[in-house]
Every structure is written in structure tokens, then in C-alpha cells.
């Protein structure tokens, strides 16, 4: 079983639609949560991140957090065609001292396609 | 925000040469930058840390001999993909965080080998 699961679509909508993306882990340790935004041929983009359980909102975007099951999962609203990429969820764990979002463990991506 | 440049963007090689690739942190010091691969349509995978002025620490599996990691200053680290064969073509990114701060990616090197 792969530490983190992400349903790798791919994912079409309308334009003007909400965007449901989520992913599940297993690994308790995982205390730091990100989204990323990956257009092809390019590195990923950093979309959202955080570290509690709730809702973290972010213009369009929110981030969704529940720790007690272990998902997470990131709305778009208003989708736009420029939202067209691959959406990549990547959690860490926590460490004592240092960089605590270093040593990220990806999903496997979502392809994401907005058709106007 | 920060900014990662990597560099080249693209590059081809033949197959026994070595490739160097870099990775800038542009607008922070970073003690800590970490080098991913990635397969078509695939994620991300950590291939190892480089530590400023310290060896890196590669992940199970990489060949440390094979991939040659470089973090010489706290805004410069070099990946050298040495004796390059066809199967290490792939997608090549460098990733940097600011102190407490989540990590940022380059654009990504795409490395052919032939």
C-alpha cells in the first residue's frame, strides 16, 4: 500500500465548476500538507499548504484537512481553463529542528482538464 | 515569494557522458535543497538531500556514486549525473525552502540520453 493515494483521473469539467481533488495517507507521522499545480514540462507550483485540521481557503482554492481520517483534499472553485494541469497533494512529516517540509511524499497527481 | 531557478532546462546527452545540473535558490539562503525525479505521468520521487557543506543523504535505492550532489554555497547545489545511460533519461527538480517555510520547485530539467 502506497503511503499516499490520489486518484490520478484524469478529471474533465466545464468551466464555472467546482473541483473536488483529495488524497489519503497511512502514515500517521505526516503533519504538513501541500498542494502543488504542475503544468507539463514544468516544475510543480505551490498552490496551498498547512498543518491543522480544517479549512484553509486561498482565493478560489481551499484546503481541506482531516487528520482524524486521514484525507485531504483541495476545491477549486470557479474553475477557469488555465486550471488545466496536474494537481499534485505531498505531505511531510514533522521534524525536530530543521526544514519541516523538506522530505515530501508526493500523491501520484490528478490530471485536470477545464474545457470552456 | 522564493524562487528556484535550475538549469539547463533541457539537455542531451550521449550515452557514457556526464551532466551537470543546477539549482539556485534566487532571493533566500538555503541550507537544505532536495533533488526529485520524475517519470512520465508519474510523481515525484525524492532522490536525495544536499546539505551546505555536508555530504548528501540519498534515499534507498539512488547510487550515490551515480548521481554526484554538490552543495558547495547556500544558494547553489549541483546534481551530476555521471557515466549517463538511456534508462536515466527523466525528469530532473531541484526544491528549496526558506527557513520554515514550505519547499519551492524549479523549473526542472528534462535529460535525454541517447
Known amino acids: 500500500q502506497k503511503e499516499v493515494e490520489q486518484d490520478p483521473g484524469p478529471l474533465s469539467v466545464p468551466e464555472g465548476a467546482i473541483v473536488s481533488l483529495n488524497c489519503t495517507y497511512s502514515n500517521s507521522a505526516f503533519q504538513y500538507f501541500m498542494w502543488y499545480r504542475q503544468y507539463s514540462r514544468k516544475g510543480p507550483e505551490l498552490l496551498m499548504y498547512t498543518y491543522s485540521s480544517g479549512n484553509k481557503e486561498d482565493g478560489r482554492f481551499t484546503a481541506q484537512v482531516d487528520k482524524s481520517s486521514k484525507y485531504i483534499s483541495l476545491f477549486i472553485r470557479d474553475s477557469q481553463p488555465s486550471d488545466s494541469a496536474t494537481y499534485l497533494c505531498?505531505?511531510?512529516?514533522?521534524?525536530?529542528?530543521?526544514?519541516?517540509?523538506?522530505?515530501?511524499?508526493f500523491g501520484q497527481g490528478t490530471i485536470l482538464t477545464v474545457h470552456p | 515569494g522564493a524562487v528556484v531557478s535550475q538549469h539547463p532546462s533541457w539537455v542531451i546527452c550521449k550515452s557514457g557522458t556526464s551532466v551537470k545540473i543546477e539549482c539556485r535558490s534566487l532571493d533566500f539562503q538555503a541550507t537544505t535543497m532536495f533533488w526529485y525525479r520524475q517519470f512520465p505521468k508519474q510523481s515525484l520521487m525524492l532522490m536525495a538531500t544536499?546539505?551546505?557543506?555536508?555530504?548528501?543523504?540519498?534515499e534507498q535505492g539512488v547510487e550515490k556514486d551515480k548521481f554526484l550532489i554538490n552543495h558547495a554555497s547556500l544558494t547553489l547545489s549541483t546534481l551530476t549525473v555521471t557515466s549517463a545511460h538511456p534508462e536515466d533519461s527523466s525528469f530532473y527538480i531541484c526544491?528549496?525552502?526558506?527557513?520554515?517555510?514550505?519547499?519551492?520547485f524549479g523549473n526542472g530539467t528534462r535529460l535525454t540520453v541517447t
Open positions: 526544491s528549496a525552502s526558506a527557513h520554515r517555510s514550505p519547499l519551492h
Open positions: 544536499s546539505n551546505e557543506g555536508s555530504k548528501a543523504t540519498y
Open positions: 505531498a505531505m511531510s512529516p514533522r521534524y525536530a529542528g530543521g526544514t519541516s517540509y523538506g522530505k515530501l511524499t
